[in-house]
């Protein structure tokens, strides 16, 4: 089963600084990965995915993120962060599930990274 | 267009009580899933359902049961509420495959006092 790790429970940064939110995922042979952002008192919301191709994905509201296989990792970046970016955020990977007679997919998530951003 | 819809928003029981929290999504998406969110645990799935009138368990499946007997609903039940049942729970639905985006509700908090 796969499994991601967030090395970094918070992130306190300053307003038009820049930031990195790290991601680690196990090995696997095919690995799709997603970050998702969570405001406070919110639902979650893609920011970007990978699938394949390209190993810089751009997301929404300035974010990308860089998939590293040789690192297995998946991190996230914004050059300059603004107050509005203060949220929780989540690195996930999507893997097979199989219960009882019946086999999906679902998205195995990481404890998070707390980002506060301040002025 | 609604998305995921969860009802209710915001709910404290007693110990010992049941509920049921409702999901219901709007996107004709095959798969839906229950999670629960904790400080410092991120989310972990609960139970899944990959298509109307089958489900299974997750991660942390004890003391919980779902149903889907419509394809746009996914109910989660707790007959016997715990105070560890203490909160904030996430129904999501998305496509079948590996590659698909999936979309949450905008979350149930529950309190079990």
């Known amino acids: 089963a796969q499994s991601v790790t967030q090395l970094d429970s918070q992130v306190p940064v300053f307003e038009e600084a820049p930031v990195e939110l790290r991601c680690n995922y196990s090995?696997?042979?095919?690995?799709?990965l997603f970050w998702y952002v969570q405001y406070p008192n919110q639902g979650l919301q893609l920011l970007l995915k990978?699938?394949?191709?390209?190993?810089l994905v751009k997301g929404i509201n300035g974010f990308e993120a860089e998939f590293n296989k040789s690192q297995t990792s998946f991190h996230l970046r914004k050059p300059s962060v603004h107050i509005s970016d203060t949220a929780e955020y989540f690195c996930a990977v999507s893997d097979e599930v199989k219960g009882a007679n019946q086999a999906g997919t679902a998205l195995i998530f990481g404890k998070g990274t707390t980002l506060s951003v301040s002025s | 267009n609604a998305g995921v819809t969860q009802t209710p928003k915001f709910r404290v029981l007693k110990t010992g009580q049941s509920m049921t929290l409702l999901c219901a999504q709007d996107m004709n998406h095959e798969y839906m899933y229950w999670y629960r969110q904790d400080p410092g645990m991120g989310l972990r799935l609960i139970h899944y359902?990959?298509?109307?009138?089958?489900?299974a368990k997750g991660e942390v499946p004890d003391g919980y049961n779902v149903s889907r007997l419509k394809k746009q609903n996914f109910l989660l039940g707790l007959e016997s509420a715990a105070p560890s049942q203490t909160s904030v729970y996430f129904c999501?639905?998305?496509?079948?495959?590996?590659?698909?985006?999936?979309?949450f509700g905008q979350g149930t908090r529950l309190t079990v006092v």
């Open positions: 090995s696997s042979v095919s690995v799709y």
């Open positions: 990978y699938l394949s191709g390209s190993t």
């Open positions: 999501a639905s998305d496509l079948p495959g590996v590659n698909t985006e999936a979309f």
């Open positions: 359902s990959v298509g109307e009138g089958t489900t």
